[in-house]
């Protein structure tokens, strides 16, 4: 069978000691490897801790120190680690240096993967300008709220929610200026802040100033979109190159359409029709050369994205 990759695991790279890669389904299983007290079970402990919560973690260690060690290490082992263990999607880690960051976010752009981190500097968002890299400022990031939004996000369906506006268990509100806050998300970060009386989220995008949710959309469509194509690919003796087995390929694109609408990625219209099309040519408008090398090229999707309203202006209009 045709593997379906998952858009709701964290790996945490752990960087006090090497250790294997593993996952876990609780924080007491985790305190077997990565002892209480230590970042890296921190960072599991606050994961773990949102409602709703992801049903399982993946924690690797790789020896790091700050002072010897460059952050290219850590790549590497990220290199290394995907080779074999690529299934999770949310990268999170216990060291917060800038270099670090910077470093972890341009790996992750070659990735269809999302990097989240927490920093004390409202300055770094707008050194990194990536779509998969998300920051939230605390003036105490090792309350680690960036995991913690993490883990109270990644159980919920791509598309199925704005990642502004959620309460992080255990985090106290950021201390950050209204002017500050106004500039960070100019620049693409977040923080974590009170508002008529509700800790949440500030907002919910990536220092690209694209939408977390609109990024993992993405992500989301386009492994579903290889995978159902190929599984039709591999279950058939032979997908004929006519007018009927582009056909198949057509409806394969359909029903992740149809996904993608119902778990409310793709905008509906007013009788709740998705606003998708999937187009694709016909045998007799593709060249012999095309249809010689066996590959099908112009099947063309298009889609209007749901989006999500984070704020209104309402006009009062009060008369005698």
Not at 87 to 110: C, G, H, M, N, P
Request: hydrophobic fraction near 40%.
């Amino acid at each position: 069978p045709i593997a379906q990759a998952g858009f709701g695991m964290a790996l945490i790279l752990a960087t006090h000691a090497d250790k294997e890669y593993s996952e876990y389904t609780d924080i007491a299983s985790v305190a077997e490897d990565y002892p209480v007290g230590t970042e890296a079970y921190k960072i599991a402990s606050r994961v773990f801790g949102q409602s709703p919560r992801p049903a399982r973690v993946a924690m690797v260690g790789v020896a790091y120190d700050q002072e010897v060690d460059t952050p290219e290490t850590l790549v590497a082992a990220l290199d290394d680690l995907v080779e074999s263990h690529n299934d999770w999607y949310f990268l999170l880690t216990d060291r917060q240096e800038d270099d670090v960051i910077k470093a972890l976010s341009a790996w992750i752009d070659t990735q269809d993967k999302m990097y989240f981190a927490s920093t004390g500097n409202l300055l770094l968002p707008l050194q990194l300008q990536s779509a998969h890299t998300a920051l939230l400022y605390h003036h105490e990031p090792r309350q680690y709220p960036a995991e913690g939004w993490v883990g109270r996000c990644a159980p919920e369906a791509p598309g199925s929610i704005t990642w502004k506006f959620k309460t992080i268990n255990g985090v106290t509100a950021a201390q950050i200026k209204a002017s500050e806050l106004a500039q960070l998300h100019k620049n693409g970060g977040n923080s974590y802040v009170q508002k008529l009386g509700i800790l949440q989220t500030s907002e919910g995008l990536t220092t690209s100033g694209e939408y977390i949710d609109v990024v993992r959309s993405e992500h989301f469509i386009k492994a579903r979109l290889v995978e159902q194509v190929s599984r039709l690919m591999v279950t058939k003796g032979k997908l004929p190159y006519d007018n009927r087995g582009i056909a198949m390929v057509v409806s394969e694109c359909e029903s992740v359409m149809r996904q993608a609408t119902t778990q409310g990625i793709i905008a509906v219209d007013d009788d709740g029709n998705g606003q998708w099309t999937v187009t694709a040519p016909r045998r007799e408008e593709l060249s012999a050369n095309q249809i010689a090398s066996r590959k099908l090229e112009g099947v063309l999707v298009e889609a209007k994205l749901a989006g999500a309203i984070h704020e209104a202006t309402i006009r009062v209009l009060l008369t005698y």
